[in-house]
């Protein structure tokens, strides 16, 4: 079974500041995907950013990208130019590849509370 | 923006009631799926749905569960007989096709008491 482990319960950066979110996972696929959601204090669940285990490209969102490395199943979120806005839960969550008439469920880690403070 | 709507936001039940959990997925959305979250803890699945049928459910996810599509808009959680246990947030999620990304409703907070 796959496992998703995000290692920082909680994290800060000040406005304007970089910050990156740590996430392992454990899999013996070599094809799959991984998200990142954020979840602020509304708890409704946010799409930050995906990555498709086969891209060799890093996914970027506007202020948001990843670090993705295979070989060692990481997969980190660095927000750049940190927004009172970004403060929420995060979690990163993986996706098994797709097999045939089948939907996939999400994995998620246990989350990282980032603070954003002035 | 299309989104998935989930109703009603808070619902507060006696525990051995059974409760709906409702849902409406993203209209061209063919993929469907529950998951809970326990006060503080992390999201867990509970049940993914596709074609009409369950593809695939955890080991929470037992007979006081069920889920269901009535009506070809709307995707529905059952709880039979609640526990105290079961007190959550449910999340709905629905995505367009196999490995693309789940979008999540804005979740029902199930109390029991």
């Known amino acids: 079974a796959q496992t998703v482990t995000q290692s920082q319960p909680e994290m800060s950066v000040q406005e304007a500041e970089t910050v990156t979110l740590s996430c392992t996972y454990d899999?013996?696929?070599?094809?799959?995907?991984l998200f990142w959601y954020k979840q602020p204090p509304s708890r409704q669940m946010i799409l930050v950013i995906r990555?498709?285990?086969?891209?060799?490209q890093n996914a970027t969102e506007n202020r948001f990208s990843v670090n993705f490395q295979k070989a060692a199943k990481s997969f980190s979120l660095k927000i750049s130019d940190s927004q009172l806005g970004d403060a929420a839960m995060y979690f990163c969550?993986?996706?098994?590849?797709?097999?045939?008439?089948?939907?996939?469920?999400?994995?998620f880690g246990t989350g990282t509370r980032l603070q954003v403070t002035l | 923006e299309p989104e998935v709507t989930q109703t009603p936001s808070h619902q507060v039940t006696q525990m051995g009631q059974e409760v709906i959990l409702r849902c409406v997925p993203i209209?061209?959305?063919?993929?469907f799926y529950w998951y809970r979250q326990i006060l503080g803890q992390k999201v867990e699945f509970l049940v993914s749905?596709?074609?009409?049928?369950?593809?695939?459910k955890s080991e929470i996810f037992d007979d006081q569960f069920s889920v269901e599509r009535p009506d070809g808009s709307n995707f529905t959680l059952k709880i039979r007989s609640t526990k105290l246990e079961d007190s959550a947030m449910y999340f709905c999620?629905?995505?367009?096709?196999?490995?693309?990304?789940?979008?999540f409703g804005q979740g029902t907070r199930l109390t029991v008491v």
């Open positions: 899999t013996s696929e070599s094809d799959y995907y």
């Open positions: 209209s061209n959305h063919l993929y």
């Open positions: 969550a993986y996706r098994s590849p797709t097999h045939t008439g089948t939907a996939s469920k999400l994995t």
């Open positions: 749905f596709y074609n009409n049928e369950i593809s695939e």
């Open positions: 999620a629905s995505s367009a096709g196999l490995g693309t990304e789940a979008f």
């Open positions: 990555q498709e285990a086969y891209k060799q």
